[in-house]
């Protein structure tokens, strides 16, 4: 059974900083994201690696603010947040695939953890 679970999400001051984690098990996954959903808006890409390239991506909302890094062996990604900002606030979500994919496309991946909260205040 697969099962992907988020961890590292809270309440944090604006300009403050929290790391996400995501454990993979179950299969093996070539590409893993985060996406983030906010109350009333639809869930959108934040931050991709696929580790056969070595490669990652990020939207340009959080470009020089986020990192994205992991243990392919263990299939665990994680998510350095830092200069967070009140528009940052949603529901984190793990997402992974079994290839390459396209990595702003969210159909494209096939397992999705249940989301960890992250508050900003201004």
């Known amino acids: 059974q697969v099962q992907l679970v988020e961890s590292g999400g809270g309440l944090v001051q604006a300009g403050g900083s929290l790391r996400l984690s995501c454990a993979a098990s179950?299969?093996?996954?070539?590409?893993m994201a985060w996406f983030r959903q906010a109350p009333g808006k639809e869930r959108e890409f934040v931050a991709a690696?696929?580790?056969?390239?070595?490669?990652?991506h990020y939207a340009d909302s959080v470009k020089g603010r986020f990192t994205i890094s992991g243990v392919n062996a263990k299939n665990t990604v994680y998510l350095q947040m830092n200069s967070l900002k009140p528009e940052d606030t949603a529901a984190y979500h793990c997402?992974?695939?079994?290839?390459?994919?396209?990595?702003?496309?969210?159909?494209?991946?096939?397992?999705w953890g249940q989301g960890t909260q992250v508050t900003v205040s201004s």
């Open positions: 997402a992974a695939a079994p290839g390459m994919v396209l990595v702003t496309n969210r159909s494209r991946y096939t397992d």
């Open positions: 690696i696929i580790w056969s390239l070595g490669s990652t």
């Open positions: 179950g299969r093996t996954f070539s590409t």
